[in-house]
């Protein structure tokens, strides 16, 4: 994610950039239950270009792993397409506070071995970390569509 704030004549520009990584290993409970155990690495940047001497150059960089746990329920569809949720929560206090990950996701086969994925994600962080001038804090949810190509070996 790569935000940008740009007003017209601005005193102060921010520039946020978050970068997320989730390996997650899924064990089958039958053919449509899974439950998954993980990590989320998180880096989070924030800088700050201005005219105010005081304010420009400033940055500000985070990064910290949570523990996740969750399920996916996958719903097949025939014809090598499928539909599945998959939900996860993580940080329980260890490093955010709260993580939690909804992704509905459809799934339409390509050939034998991969499908083209088209879905929506619902994420919501709560991370806090230090005190006065040195406290950072993050609470934010985070919605899009997701698009992707999936191979299986």
């Known amino acids: 994610?790569?935000?940008?704030?740009?007003?017209?004549?601005?005193?102060?520009?921010?520039?946020?950039?978050?970068?997320?990584?989730?390996?997650?290993?899924?064990?089958?409970?039958?053919?449509?239950l899974e439950v998954l155990g993980g990590v989320r690495y998180n880096r989070i940047r924030l800088g700050l270009r201005s005219t105010l001497q005081?304010?420009?150059?400033?940055?500000?960089e985070e990064d910290w792993i949570d523990p996740i746990?969750?399920?996916?329920?996958?719903?097949?569809?025939?014809?090598?397409?499928?539909?599945?949720?998959?939900?996860?929560?993580?940080?329980?206090?260890?490093?955010?506070?709260?993580?939690?990950?909804?992704?509905?996701?459809?799934?339409?086969?390509?050939?034998r071995s991969a499908t083209l994925d088209a879905g929506y994600q619902f994420f919501y962080m709560a991370y806090e970390q230090g005190s006065g001038t040195d406290r950072f804090a993050y609470d934010v949810w985070?919605?899009?569509?997701?698009i992707g190509l999936t191979f299986r070996f």
């Open 54 to 60: 005081i304010a420009d150059g400033l940055q500000r």
């Open 69 to 111: 746990v969750g399920l996916r329920y996958t719903l097949p569809l025939g014809g090598g397409n499928s539909f599945d949720v998959l939900a996860n929560a993580g940080g329980f206090g260890i490093a955010s506070d709260l993580a939690v990950q909804v992704r509905p996701m459809f799934h339409f086969g390509i050939g």
């Open 1 to 32: 994610m790569n935000l940008d704030a740009a007003p017209d004549r601005p005193r102060i520009l921010a520039d946020v950039s978050q970068k997320a990584v989730q390996p997650m290993v899924f064990y089958r409970l039958n053919d449509s």
């Open 142 to 146: 985070t919605t899009g569509p997701v």
